[in-house]
């Protein structure tokens, strides 16, 4: 009797979950599977990590990916030639640029440009280092300028003392080592060569937390996630007050000029698979929670922004708003339409 009763359950639940399944087809609600994958920016990674670990809770059938190779390295991968070894997503600490856009109509790939949050470049030094608070723009100009004689701390400054200046950047292929050289240095790949670089930011915190004299550069957030260990430095323009990026300098622009938009590239192709559309979705309805989480730490967009980005792929607009050269340096709410808070 007992095993009857378990027979019949175990057919009762069988039908029950045969005609769940059935009715969440009848309603499109079948449950996505399959891959994303994801490659690019160390700066975006944390973002796009962050959501692949909250997503797999809900998706479980969906594996998602983030590799870590720059944003540049990211690109390459985007538009492979062989449509079997490109990316989905590609992480992008800056916008695409023109020699990546010819790229991509080389290769025939269409995609969809979606910023997704707001970064500051974090300059720290040696957590012993107790003689420099603050370095100004032309200051940083002056260290990473191609041909630089400067190798001591005694020369960046008077006052400073005389110890070994040891350097520490995100490597070439990297969307951060681009924002910053064009940014302080005025020329786009315009650097001095003998530093040590690398994609991964977490090798970098290593580097300067483990040297007296090293300064380096990287996202805001892997500083976040490691002051203990380091000192955090105010950046200047000219005569005005230092300014440390924090939450509330990003957002509101007054730490200037190394806050900058993140961005992720979506294949227009694969956006259209459910697996990618669940996981671009899952991001997008949740960013705020996702971009602020204590794992990530960077500067969410508004509301609006956010849902005008969104209209994008539900639209399928391609291409880069940066083709246009007039467009650099404006914002994103006069580029994508929507309002910052």
Same mark, same amino acid.
Request: with cysteine.
């Given at each position: ?241 230092? #300014? $440390?990026?924090? %939450?509330?300098? &990003? ?9 900058? !938009?993140?961005?992720? =590239? /979506? ?8 697996? #990618? $559309?669940?996981? %671009?979705?899952? &991001? ?9 989480? !204590?794992?990530?730490? =960077? /500067? ?12 994008? %792929? ?28």
């Amino acid at each position: 009797m007992k095993s009857a009763l378990r027979n019949r359950g175990m057919s009762l639940f069988v039908g029950v979950a045969v005609l769940l399944m059935a009715t969440n087809a009848a309603h499109g609600q079948r449950r996505p599977h399959g891959k994303v994958k994801i490659d690019g920016s160390s700066t975006v990674a944390p973002i796009t990590m962050a959501a692949a670990e909250l997503f797999r809770v809900q998706q479980p059938r969906v594996q998602v990916t983030v590799g870590i190779s720059g944003s540049g390295g990211g690109f390459k991968k985007f538009l492979e030639k062989r449509p079997d070894l490109r990316t989905d997503i590609s992480d992008a600490s800056r916008p695409i640029k023109p020699a990546e856009l010819s790229r991509a109509a080389e290769v025939g790939v269409e995609f969809i440009e979606m910023p997704i949050a707001y970064d500051g470049i974090a300059v720290v030094v040696h957590p012993s280092n107790n003689f420099c608070e603050s370095l100004t723009v032309a200051e940083l100009k002056t260290i990473w300028a191609p041909g630089s004689k400067i190798n001591n701390w005694k020369d960046v400054r008077p006052g400073f003392p005389d110890l070994p200046l040891k350097l520490y950047a995100p490597g070439t292929d990297s969307g951060t080592f681009d924002y910053f050289v064009e940014t302080v240095v005025g020329k786009a790949k315009s650097c001095r060569s003998d530093f040590t670089p690398s994609e991964d930011d977490n090798v970098l915190v290593q580097g300067v937390a483990g040297d007296r004299g090293g300064l380096g550069y990287f996202g805001f957030s892997y500083y976040e996630a490691n002051k203990a260990r380091l000192n955090l430095l105010g950046i200047s323009k000219g005569e005005s007050k230092p #300014v $440390k990026p924090s %939450l509330s300098t &990003i957002r509101d622009g007054s730490y200037s000029p190394l806050s900058r !938009p993140l961005f992720v =590239y /979506v294949n227009a192709e694969a956006s259209q698979r459910p697996e #990618v $559309k669940a996981f %671009l979705r899952f &991001i997008f309805t949740d960013a705020k929670r996702i971009v602020e989480h !204590p794992k990530v730490n =960077y /500067v969410a967009l508004s509301d609006e922004l956010y849902q005008a980005i969104w209209s994008r %792929l539900e639209n399928r607009v391609t291409g880069s708003v940066y083709a246009d050269p007039r467009n650099k340096g404006k914002g994103l709410p006069e580029l994508y339409g929507g309002k910052d808070e």
